[in-house]
């Protein structure tokens, strides 16, 4: 279950994925980018801060869906604890200081535009599957990821990948091969897993 330490895995998963799935990789965060800006042109951090907020636990469709909900209409609907998070976002107080967990945040930057520093690169249970190299149990995963530490070093190790792709960010690498793997390995995910 170790990590590779060479980064075959991610490598091996950019080699197998498609062009199409290469270029809906690369679009990815840019139209996450233009939902946030379509549901709050006005205030474009706090609808990002809303999506990645919602989007533990969530599917991509039911995230769009929530917080169109809850940008639109004022109708939040989630966990307590997002809950609350959401609402505080939403009266105003920055993202960065209001979302916690390491993968939220990263998914925060990558909607804003960052995508090349260790803190950009959004380390969700596909991108450390994608490492691993295969579908992996929860509590295989966080066994795998360790903390912080852990995230970190899965963080680094797209990002190495993509500098010797030389042509993409890290961020851009982890979309491309999450859309690969989506496609490949969503029906053994959902045997092992829950949420995104």
Not at 16 to 34: F, L
Not at 35 to 61: C, F, H, K, Y
Not at 105 to 116: A, T
């Amino acid at each position: 279950m170790d990590i590779h330490p060479n980064h075959r895995n991610i490598f091996l998963a950019y080699y197998s994925a498609s062009q199409a799935e290469k270029d809906a990789g690369m679009a990815w965060y840019p139209q996450a980018r233009a939902l946030a800006e379509t549901l709050r042109p006005d205030n474009v951090a706090m609808a990002a801060g809303v999506i990645a907020a919602m989007s533990q636990t969530t599917m991509w469709q039911d995230n769009v869906k929530r917080a169109t909900a809850a940008l639109m209409d004022g109708d939040v609907r989630h966990l307590t604890h997002v809950v609350t998070k959401v609402h505080r976002i939403m009266a105003g107080e920055a993202p960065l200081d209001v979302l916690s967990g390491e993968k939220v945040r990263s998914f925060y930057l990558n909607i804003m535009g960052e995508s090349d520093s260790l803190e950009s690169v959004t380390v969700d249970r596909h991108a450390i599957d994608i490492a691993v190299g295969r579908v992996l149990s929860n509590a295989e995963r966080a066994k795998a990821i360790r903390g912080k530490a852990g995230y970190s070093k899965v963080a680094q190790m797209y990002i190495d990948c993509a500098n010797s792709l030389g042509t993409l960010t890290g961020a851009e690498l982890q979309a491309i091969v999450w859309v690969w793997w989506r496609r490949t390995h969503a029906k053994n995910h959902r045997a092992n897993s829950k949420g995104v």
